[in-house]
């Protein structure tokens, strides 16, 4: 069954694929079941985040750093890289976490049609995906959402440094909140992840896919895949921006370079390229073959007509046809030998490292850039 890629048209009565990733995701279930589309939740989250960051510290925190009984206490507008990863990066993961069930969709799609009508096929291709239904899930995402939540929460109340987000509980509770959501929503997506990756791999090792290593694509026929992981790139340039944010806001607001800030930078650049080739392992493994195949093919063919030749020429009887044929032949096979082996070119490649690296690095460049230009 062909599922459009809209997100008010798509519900899991229609859609079996996106009914098996949702189903151990009560949260993700919720949101469909009240009609949330990922753009309509993302501009939810992008206006808590506004009530959060500048309501709220006007009323109950502070807009801008104050000094009260001797104490210093920074305002949110003097934190200013905050308003970035609340008001971007939070809004941008919200919707991709309800986004990303149909991307999963599509690509199952898409790869099936290269499996051709075969039904029992289909089947086993959605069996790939269940592991997502297991119910566990939801309290593994709980459990991390509320141990986060909880971390920076005794971060804010046992620091001696008062800022805008630990002046009082109400600020204390929206910090609370946020984080949770943001990553319980994180673990269902690295969840989902994961298990595209495995499916993906066995889906290619199981099943018999068509492979065309000549495709206008210029990957096999299989772009969509290349499509699909760098649409991964979205997210993890979005969560890198945060790392690039926490950078600047550690000469504003120390409590928010800890320990375990760099424990998460680092798990970030381990995974993000993994993310990237790891779905595509088998992928190459079996494009690889089927180039090997068509240059065999090719060179028996040349082997045939080259014999052709070589016969006509003892008996001094040159047919020109033959001549044109070795020729076409031998080009046939350099335009085959330059076939794709991955199902990527290097503008995926760079589009995707550029995702990764630069909203890590940018913030700290600019940072340095200002610096050196108003000493």
Not at 166 to 183: E, H
Not at 236 to 250: P, W
Not at 320 to 341: C, D, F, M, W
């Amino acid at each position: 069954m062909k599922v459009e890629n809209n997100t008010a048209q798509v519900t899991p009565s229609l859609s079996p694929y996106l009914l098996e990733i949702v189903r151990s995701d009560p949260f993700a279930r919720f949101l469909r079941r009240i009609g949330l589309s990922p753009i309509s939740f993302g501009l939810f989250v992008f206006v808590y985040g506004i009530i959060r960051n500048l309501v709220l510290p006007a009323i109950f925190g502070h807009l801008f750093t104050v000094e009260i009984d001797g104490k210093i206490i920074l305002g949110v507008l003097n934190d200013w890289p905050v308003l970035v990863n609340e008001l971007i990066m939070v809004p941008v993961v919200a919707g991709y976490y309800l986004w990303q069930p149909i991307t999963m969709q599509t690509l199952y799609d898409g790869i099936s049609e290269r499996i051709g009508p075969s039904h029992l096929a289909r089947a086993r291709a959605m069996e790939y995906i269940r592991p997502i239904r297991w119910p566990g899930w939801a309290i593994v995402a709980f459990l991390i959402a509320v141990l986060e939540a909880s971390f920076i929460h005794d971060v804010f109340l046992s620091s001696k440094v008062l800022i805008w987000e630990n002046v009082n509980i109400v600020m204390l509770a929206s910090s609370f909140l946020v984080r949770f959501v943001v990553f319980y929503m994180i673990v269902y997506i690295t969840v989902r992840q994961v298990f595209t990756i495995i499916g993906l791999n066995r889906f290619f090792s199981d099943l018999t896919v068509k492979i065309a290593p000549l495709h206008p694509d210029r990957a096999g026929g299989l772009r969509i895949l290349g499509d699909y992981v760098l649409s991964t790139g979205l997210i993890i340039g979005v969560l890198g921006l945060y790392f690039g944010m926490g950078f600047l806001r550690r000469e504003l607001n120390p409590l928010v370079i800890t320990a375990e800030f760099y424990i998460l930078l680092v798990i970030y650049f381990l995974l993000a390229p993994l993310f990237f080739f790891l779905p595509l392992l088998q992928v190459h493994r079996r494009m690889n073959e089927a180039k090997k195949v068509l240059l065999i093919e090719i060179a028996q063919q040349f082997d045939i007509e080259y014999r052709k030749l070589l016969d006509g020429l003892k008996r001094d009887q040159v047919d020109s046809n033959h001549v044109l044929r070795v020729e076409t032949i031998q080009k046939i096979y350099k335009i085959a030998e330059g076939s794709p082996e991955w199902p990527f070119n290097l503008e995926i490649v760079s589009k995707y490292t550029a995702a990764i690296v630069l909203p890590v690095l940018i913030p700290g460049i600019a940072e340095l850039i200002a610096t050196w230009l108003f000493r």
